[in-house]
């Protein structure tokens, strides 16, 4: 089976400014659901979706895959979860030929 964790980080945000990036234990909070996911031996592959460079960069260091850049149209206050996650596996079919189960 293929598994594949999502983890949505999108660079803006309304109530605290860049949340994604702020660090709670010494870690940023992306870092802390990368960790989480690498340490699941049910996922095979973690993925980031954000449209934030600085964001993309940790999380690579972390050992997450940025395989994209979340579109902007994805990244606005308003978008809800599921097309985010509609968007990176429609991304890993179409562009690596990966289907997820």
Do not use: Q, W
């Not at 934030?52 to 902007?72: C, H, L, T």
């Amino acid at each position: 089976m293929n598994i594949v964790a999502i983890i949505p980080a999108r660079g803006g945000s309304k109530g605290i400014k860049r949340k994604n990036l702020i660090e709670i234990g010494g870690e940023s909070l992306v870092v802390h659901s990368i960790k989480h996911a690498l340490r699941s031996k049910s996922i095979d592959r973690v993925i980031v979706s954000t449209d934030d460079d600085e964001i993309a960069k940790i999380s690579i260091k972390n050992g997450a895959e940025v395989p994209f850049m979340r579109p902007k149209r994805l990244a606005e206050d308003e978008v809800l979860d599921l097309p985010v996650f509609e968007h990176a596996l429609s991304y890993l079919l179409n562009e690596e030929n990966y289907k997820c189960d």
